[in-house]
Nanobody
Framework: QAQLVESGGGLVQAGGSLRLSCAAS????????MAWYRQAPGKEREFVAS????????SYAESVKGRFTISRDNVKNTMYLQMNSLKSEDTAVYYC?????WGQGTQVTVSS
């Protein structure tokens, strides 16, 4: 069974940066596309970004395009989300995803 563990969340001021990590185990990490989702209080979980198995193709939600960068290291079995120019509306729990598998989430709070 796949295990996905997020880390790197925290409290940051608006305009700041954070890098999230998702460490994967129990799967052939380099064979799968991966994604980041987020869920703000009182809102539905929403797509943030995705990356194909090799890292050659990425996709972003319009709300984060140009500010966030998704990447992966298939040797370290880890996916990343570099978040720059953070806004208060980026405050949410961020989740790592592979198909039906989800991590426990990491809280990102952006203060204005």
């Amino acid at each position: 069974q796949a295990q996905l563990v997020e880390s790197g969340g925290g409290l940051v001021q608006a305009g700041g940066s954070l890098r999230l990590s998702c460490a994967a185990s129990g799967l052939t990490f380099g064979s799968y596309a991966m994604a980041w989702y987020r869920q703000a209080p009182g809102k539905e979980r929403e797509f943030v970004a995705s990356i194909n198995w090799s890292g050659s193709m990425t996709s972003y939600a319009e709300s984060v395009k140009g500010r966030f960068t998704i990447s992966r290291d298939n040797v370290k079995n880890t996916m990343y989300l570099q978040m720059n120019s953070l806004k208060s509306e980026d405050t949410a729990v961020y989740y790592c995803n592979k198909g039906h598998d989800w991590g426990q989430g990491t809280q990102v709070t952006v203060s204005s």
